[in-house]
T-cell receptor, first 115, second 111 residues
């Protein structure tokens, strides 16, 4: 089946620095990818829709200047958390429309801890 | 996309069938019912989906009521590895439609 690889799986960064998370579709082309954030004991919250070759569409309340999304190729989308603060610590998950029976395939997630 | 309502949590004895209900009373005619699960600290995993008819695969069965306002995911012989949060999502198949997650059901399989 379709595979979405997310890297890194865990990252710890200092407050004020930026962190980049990569999401790759390994065996299919993904013109659209999605980024989610999940706080402990909560559900996944959609942050933005990433479209290859165009600007991302952000959900209401998500700061586009803080969460920079780049989808420069059909197999790679990146999420950069800029000027990270401890409240940005969360589990970030990407997904892609894989076109298979499952519809969407999810990455394994990135645990971000800002200290 | 139509909203869904699921119980917050459920327990199931190992080896027994786990029946997870989902209400989607405002579902539209072109919306499918999808089930995903999320094991702790992992990305969601696809389980099954359906439109009108009951569906079965190697993981589970999906029973959709005739009026399509509710459905039940059945794990026929639950194992400890089935302990996870199960999400019921309804959406149309149009490319680009976002996937919104509800609160899901936290299933605990008890030895």
């Amino acid at each position: 089946g379709a595979v979405v690889s997310q890297h890194p799986s865990r990252v710890i960064c200092k407050s004020g620095t930026s962190v980049k998370i990569e999401c790759r579709s390994l065996d299919f082309q993904a013109t659209t990818m999605f980024w989610y954030r999940q706080f402990p004991k909560q559900s996944l919250m959609l942050m933005a829709t990433s479209n290859e070759g165009s600007k991302a569409t952000y959900e209401q309340g998500v700061e586009k200047d803080k969460f920079l999304i780049n989808h420069a190729s059909l197999t790679l989308s990146t999420l950069t958390v800029t000027s990270a603060h401890p409240e940005d610590s969360s589990f970030y998950i990407c997904s892609a429309i894989s076109g298979g029976v499952e519809g969407y395939t999810f990455g394994s997630g990135t645990r971000l801890t800002v200290v | 996309d139509a909203k869904t309502t699921q119980p917050t949590s459920m327990d199931c004895a190992e080896g027994r069938a786990a029946n997870l209900p989902c209400n989607h009373s405002t579902i539209s005619g072109n919306e499918y019912v999808y089930w995903y699960r999320q094991i702790h600290s992992q990305g969601p995993q696809y389980i099954i989906h359906g439109l009108k008819n009951n569906e079965t695969n190697e993981m589970a069965s999906l029973i959709i009521t005739e009026d399509r306002k509710s459905s039940t995911l059945i794990l026929p012989h639950a194992t400890l590895r089935d302990t996870a949060v199960y999400y019921c999502i309804v959406r149309a198949l149009n490319t680009g439609n976002q996937f919104y997650f509800g609160t899901g059901t936290s299933l605990t399989v008890i030895p």
